[in-house]
């Protein structure tokens, strides 16, 4: 059973918005902040937001996060084709006293 | 700029150990603790440990306590993650992340910059 649970997959058409959700519980997401990480193939992961709902210099306002109680969504607006990516939920877990990731979403775009 | 560069491919047999290292430049090495985060082909990212670049101090996620060993070396600015008694479900891509932000600070602490990663394959 997974920390922190995303959708496998989300697709959606150029121009579109889409939006990602990361559900965990009281001890990870509903006491810590939350952060997110865009994947593409291949490279490292990159920040996309920190602290539930802030964007590191160079993010596109696209992005936008959010959280209330034990669950966050990233949101993609204005969706490109360089959105695809694999997207992590990220957060400490004060329980495990270790930092955990939720399984990852496959952003396709049409 | 910030950059985090790794040390090169590995493989390595079972029951090995590896030793991955992690170049920091761009910013004061101390100032800021690294994390190693590694993925196995096909799967999230799992946590491993950090380090305080200050004093040394670390800390490990128990699914490696007694493994992993992570140390830095002030000079030059190099973190060095060190994992023992290899198996094949080690083989996965390895990478050292910057923590900003602190414990108690509203927007807590996220890793803001990456290795490139390094990839460590066990086989026999």
């Known amino acids: 059973q997974s920390v922190l649970t995303q959708p496998p997959s989300a697709s959606g058409t150029p121009g579109q918005r889409v939006t990602i959700s990361c559900s965990g519980s009281?001890?990870?997401?509903?006491?810590?902040?939350l952060n997110w990480y865009q994947q593409l193939p291949g490279t490292a992961p990159k920040l996309l937001i920190y602290g539930n709902n802030q964007r590191p210099s160079g993010v596109p306002d696209r992005f936008s996060g959010s959280k209330s109680g034990t669950s966050a969504s990233l949101a993609i607006s204005g969706l490109q084709s360089e959105d695809e990516a694999d997207y992590y939920c990220?957060?400490?877990?004060?329980?495990?006293?270790?930092?955990?990731f939720g399984g990852g979403t496959k952003l396709t775009v049409l | 700029q910030v950059q985090l560069v790794q040390s090169g491919a590995e493989v390595k047999e079972p029951g090995a150990s590896v030793k991955v290292s992690c170049k920091a430049s761009g910013y004061t090495f101390t100032t800021y603790p690294i994390h190693w985060v590694r993925q196995a082909p096909g799967q999230r990212p799992e946590w491993m440990g950090l380090i305080n670049t200050g004093n040394g101090n670390t800390r490990y996620s128990q699914n490696f306590q007694g493994r992993v060993t992570i140390t830095r070396d002030t000079s030059p600015s190099t973190v060095y993650m060190e994992l023992s008694s290899l198996r094949s479900e080690d083989t996965a891509v390895y990478y050292c992340?910057?923590?900003?932000?602190?414990?108690?600070?509203?927007?807590?602490?996220?890793?803001?910059?990456w290795g490139q990663g390094t990839l460590v394959t066990v086989s026999s």
């Open positions: 992340a910057r923590q900003r932000g602190y414990f108690g600070y509203d927007f807590g602490r996220w890793f803001d910059s």
């Open positions: 990220a957060t400490w877990d004060d329980s495990l006293n270790g930092w955990v």
């Open positions: 009281s001890s990870n997401i509903g006491s810590n902040p």
